[in-house]
């Protein structure tokens, strides 16, 4: 954690994502990273396979393959705890339909919790970040797992020019290790679960 109000050391490893290799000094217990700029995807590449208790999160879509890979292998992790919410509007495309079809295996191995879902008002499920307990640190941004959500090309290297196929959509993505941060997205985590479950057994209103 942060030391004497000072940066936290434990988000000072994700510089290692950003055109400049390292981060603005006095950012205490949390940053900003935006897509197009930051190379977004790699800091969830980093953060997720590194979890070791309980990864709670809810995406509107699961379009990542390779973050996708990252949440499976939690998955088969007996020592790992996965819940995730997803939005119903996204629950019938390939990526989703991999995951989901682990969450209804017969393995005891597996102890995860999946559930489809809409807002408590039925709306879409709009909610894009997680919590990684282990690791003391969570998510939350603008920014959805697909090709243009997370940008695709982006050099590090500010002098280098975009690589071929480069896009990416103005979303930004909040790395915290704040405690208070953490507890109360964790709790809205829990809520937006609880909700998809309520639903799929009929008993929302």
Known sequence: MAENGGDDPRIAQLGQFTPEGELTPGYGDHYLFMVGRDDCHS???????????????????????????????????????????????QAGGKHEKEILALDETSDPNFYNSFTILESATHQISHTKGGCLIGLGMGFEGSMNWSDSGEGTGISLKPTDPKKPGFKA??????????????????????SEHLIGLAQHTGTSK
């Open 43 to 89: 800091i969830l590449h980093h953060l997720i396979p590194r979890e070791t208790m309980v990864f709670k999160f809810n995406m509107f879509g699961y379009d990542d393959d390779e973050l996708n890979a990252d949440i499976i292998a939690l998955m088969k992790n007996p020592n790992v705890r996965v819940q995730a919410s997803l939005d119903r509007s």
């Open 169 to 190: 959509q103005n979303n930004t993505l909040l790395v915290s290790t704040n405690p208070v941060f953490l507890s109360r997205f964790n709790a809205r985590l829990d």
